[in-house]
């Protein structure tokens, strides 16, 4: 009876807790799946040599620059199942052969006089990367002609970063001097192969086109393509009679060696159409140049009235062509990289406009200044990359908006990731920075912080005050933002306000100087295998003590011959440190005075910058003034310093030839 009535207990208490796990399984189903994060993914092939085995293993490093945080994360994912069989004299750098360091003889480094690099494609599933790997050892004896036979081997790697699995795509074997067998055409999505060591064939038709994402054999081809925009050009050659009155017949023909062929052109898709080129045909009165794309011809034409040179569009060959630019404006048409857009140059008296179309639709999208005859490519799902005065900038076309791509601390700037996540709610693709107030990090529901072309760091009000521990409260006319003694109105009509998919942004210097922060710099920071960039923003009412009890984010330094600075008599004034403590975090000095903030520093802080964006130990006093304007000077500490009053506090530089460092007065 005991056992029955214990085995009872156990059944119904069982049978509860299922039910209860089921239960809350429904009740919190909306919420058990967390949302997918957004990044960016940067990817770097690499190869381990193992000398005793005589081997290569792939691997590929990936770093992720999170939308969400603006967090850094790297993972190097090895492939021993991918592993080729190498000689040690195939290294292609001669310091890891002849140098004694270990790590250099533990990397391999693939090469035969060139090097392809690592490329990444968007797809729908996630990002792809792709790279040639190649190894070439050549006999150390002559053979019976006086010749050192080579043998190179080529590889093309895909790795796909959702399944994280690395695949072969293709791989062949080359002897002697010859051309690389492979060639990448990236916008295509495809790669050719050329057998025979690299000798074009006509009649053979030797180059085959593969798809990069199937690996589809698309098309064999007598010589190598040609890529336009997303298609390929070929031309496809057929043997004819020698015969001259055949010859006479047809024409249009080609002469190759002791052969004849008659030439066609054809237009090759990625998924293996094609469709055979055209003549154009001759253009109709007034009509400079036509370009169909889908079911609607975009044409640059002249007014008959005002003389000038307009764009617009026509839906038929006999219809009439609709007017797209401005009527009182000479324009000029051109397209984004990929056909997505029409960019139409408008030029006035008084102004030049960018107005952009979608091309599927006719629809005007967005209109601002014109940014200059740059390449405009598409990145993510509504944004265009352009370069203009040696830099790189996002335009945001739904908005607008241009934000600036951010150099690394050597001023290189890239966009070779891959995308992974929703971005309906991005207004630029450079990962941003983290943003920490007081040292606690800021998450961001949408757009993180971004840098306008103008150098502004504009900042969501809502994740700010999340960090700011302020409260947010909507009105009539904006928004009010309170945090302790200090208030904050965003109105809607303030033209320095800019908002999107329900967010609202504002720029950082105002939110300091409105909400009561000491002051920030923006830093660049190593890991490995990458940089990454943190914001840090202090408030005025921070105490020494705050700082004292966190050891693991504050470092206490120990004050030598420098300075800090006060104000004296409406002036900056500079005293010694000894009399104040500081404490160093991710580049920016905290200085205390009887346990109160005083300055906000950036000191000899290579990569680092302003908030507006000027980078120390490289930018010169000139460029300082260019961005700030006419400074106040005032010598002291034996030397001149130049000083603005900004954010509510006053900014401080100290220069010789280079910027030197920043100091905040918290006033």
């Known amino acids: 009876m005991r056992k029955s009535s ?44 193992e000398e005793e085995a005589s081997r290569v293993i792939p691997q590929v490093r990936v770093t992720k620059f999170y939308f969400d945080d603006g967090r850094v994360e790297t993972e190097l994912h090895e492939f021993p199942k991918q592993a080729r069989a190498v000689s040690k004299d195939a290294q292609y750098s001669e310091s890891a052969r002849k140098k004694d360091d270990p790590a250099l003889k533990q990397t391999f480094y693939p090469g035969c006089g060139w090097s392809f690099g690592t490329h990444v494609m968007n797809t729908e599933k996630g990002p792809l990367a792709f790279t040639i790997y190649c190894d070439s050892t050549t006999d150390k004896q002559p053979d019976a002609k006086g010749e050192k036979k080579s043998v190179s081997n080529h590889v093309i790697y895909k790795y796909d970063l959702e399944r994280n699995l690395l695949s072969v795509l293709n791989q062949v074997q080359t002897f002697g001097e010859s051309r690389p067998p492979f060639r990448m055409y990236y916008d295509f999505g495809g790669y050719t192969l050329q057998e025979d ?122 219809a009439a062509i609709k007017p797209l630019s401005r009527v009182d404006a000479s324009s000029s048409i051109r397209f984004s990289k990929y056909e997505r857009y029409v960019l139409i ?19 005007v999208v967005s209109e601002i200044p014109d940014t200059g005859f740059a390449v405009y490519r598409e990145v993510g799902d509504s944004m265009l990359l352009f370069q203009a005065e040696k830099k790189d ?22 966009d070779t990731g891959g995308y992974t996540g929703d971005q309906s709610k991005l207004i630029s693709m450079q990962a941003p920075p983290q943003l920490l107030v007081n040292g606690k990090p800021m998450r961001y529901a949408g757009q993180g912080p971004f840098l306008t072309k103008n150098n502004r760091w504009y900042v969501e009000v809502n994740d700010f005050a999340k960090a700011a521990d302020a409260t947010v409260s909507k009105t009539a006319s904006g928004l009010i933002i309170n945090r302790g003694n200090y208030k904050m109105t965003v109105s809607k009509t303030d033209k320095t306000v800019l908002t999107w998919a329900g967010q609202t942004f504002v720029p950082l210097e105002t939110l300091n100087e409105k909400l009561g922060m000491a002051g920030g710099f ?146």
Do not use: C
């Not at 049978?15 to 239960?23: E, Q, R």
């Not at 008296?349 to 006719?362: F, P, Q, S």
């Not at 921070?542 to 009890?549: H, R, S």
């Open 393 to 414: 900038y996002y335009l945001h076309v739904p908005t607008g908006i241009v934000t600036r791509n951010m150099e690394n601390s050597q001023l290189v700037q890239a």
């Open 345 to 363: 140059h408008q030029q006035t008296a008084k102004e030049k406009t960018l107005r952009i179309i979608d091309t599927k639709t006719a629809k």
């Open 6 to 49: 214990r085995r009872f207990t156990t059944w119904f208490l069982t049978v509860a807790a299922m039910i209860l796990f089921s239960g809350l399984l429904t009740i919190t189903g909306g919420k058990a799946e967390a949302a997918q994060e957004r990044f960016k993914s940067e990817f770097e092939f690499e190869f381990k040599f």
């Open 522 to 667: 923006l830093n660049s920071l190593l890991g490995k295998g990458y940089e990454y960039k943190v914001l840090h923003v202090f408030s005025k009412d921070l105490k020494e003590a705050d700082v004292i009890a966190r050891p693991d984010l504050y470092e206490a330094i120990e004050n030598d011959s420098g300075n800090y600075y006060s104000m004296e008599n409406g002036k900056p004034a500079a005293r010694p440190l000894s009399e104040a403590n500081r404490y160093y975090y991710d580049g920016t000095n905290l200085i205390f005075k009887d346990g109160l903030l005083v300055n906000v520093a950036s000191i000899h802080n290579a990569g680092g910058r302003t908030l507006r964006n000027i980078i120390f130990d490289i930018n010169k006093l000139k460029h300082v003034i260019a961005v700030y304007g006419t400074p106040n000077a005032t010598k002291t500490g034996g030397q001149m310093v130049r000083w603005y009053e900004v954010e509510g506090n006053v900014l401080v530089f100290e220069s010789n030839t280079n910027l030197n460092g920043a100091y905040y007065i918290s006033r």
């Open 197 to 318: 060591n690299g000798k074009i064939n006509y009649e053979e038709r030797n180059t085959r086109i593969y798809s990069l994402l199937s690996n589809k054999l698309l098309a064999r081809i007598a010589e190598y393509p040609q890529e336009i925009g997303q298609t390929l050009r070929y031309t496809e050659y057929t043997k004819i009679s020698n015969d001259p009155k055949v010859l006479a017949k047809i024409g249009n023909y080609n002469t190759y060696g002791n052969n004849n062929f008659s030439v066609e052109t054809f237009i090759l898709n990625s998924d293996g159409t094609r469709t055979k080129s055209k003549i154009p045909a001759a253009l109709p009165k007034n009509v400079f140049y036509e370009n169909k794309i889908g079911s609607i011809t975009y044409v640059s034409y002249k007014n008959p009235k005002s003389e000038n040179t307009m764009v617009g569009y026509r839906t038929s060959a006999s």
